[in-house]
Nanobody
Framework: QVQLVESRGGLVHPGGSLRLSCAASGFEKDYYAYGWFRQAPGKEREGVSCISKRDGSTYYSDSVKGRFTISRDNAKNTVYLQMNSLKPEDTAVYYC????????????????WGQGTQVTVAS
């Protein structure tokens, strides 16, 4: 099993930016893709973005497309999520996840999860 550790989130003003990172260790070679999910209070966990380790192909949800950018550093076993133009509705706990077979925005495709980090967007 791969271990995933997210960087600390934080409080950001609307329109601001924040970069999250996720460091993978353990059996990271067994996994095909890394993804970011988020869960707001009272809502289901939703896929935000995903990136393939092999070819760098990406997925973005419509709600973040054009504002968030996912990237990876395979040498460091680290994936990043650059979040720009943040909105209050981006407030959630953000989770890093790893998938063995494919890159998607579906929770069921991911078998390893980080503990999550809180991102709050407020004035």
């Amino acid at each position: 099993q791969v271990q995933l550790v997210e960087s600390r989130g934080g409080l950001v003003h609307p329109g601001g930016s924040l970069r999250l990172s996720c460091a993978a260790s353990g059996f990271e070679k067994d996994y095909y893709a890394y993804g970011w999910f988020r869960q707001a209070p009272g809502k289901e966990r939703e896929g935000v973005s995903c990136i393939s380790k092999r070819d760098g192909s990406t997925y973005y949800s419509d709600s973040v497309k054009g504002r968030f950018t996912i990237s990876r550093d395979n040498a460091k076993n680290t994936v990043y999520l650059q979040m720009n133009s943040l909105k209050p509705e981006d407030t959630a706990v953000y989770y890093c996840a790893a998938a063995r077979l494919l890159c998607s925005g579906l929770v069921e495709d991911f078998g390893a999860w980080g503990q999550g980090t809180q991102v709050t967007v407020a004035s």
